[in-house]
Each structure stands twice: as C-alpha cells, then as structure tokens.
C-alpha cells in the first residue's frame, strides 16, 4: 500500500510540474512577443530619427 502511495504522489507531482512548465512557456513566449514589438518600434523610431536628421544636414548644407 505504501508503494502506491507514493507512486500516486509522484505522478500527481510529475502532473502539476508538466501544468507549470506549460504555463511558463506560455508566459515565455508572450514576452518574447512583446520584446519583438518593442524591437520593431524601437527601429522605426531610429529610422525616421536618423532620416530627419539627415533631411535637416541636407537643408543646412544647401542653404549656405
């Protein structure tokens, strides 16, 4: 009796830490989601920064 005890107890914890490591890759996944998103918008910000900086080179340059 004890032995299916203790092999119930394994495969209830066996159970619960296949349930946590779903739920953390879920959690995982969704903030690597969220740092690509922040990536994308950190590039374009850059991107229209350094071609208004350019723009503004370009306009100082021919106006003297």
């Known amino acids: 009796m004890p032995k299916q005890n ?8 066996e159970k619960l830490c296949r ?3 779903r739920e953390t890759h ?3 996944h969704k903030i ?3 740092i690509n ?3 994308n918008i950190l590039l ?3 991107g229209t920064l350094v071609a208004g900086m ?10 003297i």
């Open 37 to 39: 998103r922040v990536e």
């Open 54 to 63: 350019a723009s503004l080179i370009v306009m100082l340059i021919t106006k």
């Open 32 to 34: 690597e989601e969220q």
């Open 6 to 13: 203790a092999l119930q107890r394994i495969e209830s914890h």
């Open 26 to 28: 879920k959690k995982i």
């Open 19 to 21: 349930i946590m490591q």
């Open 44 to 46: 374009v910000s850059v």
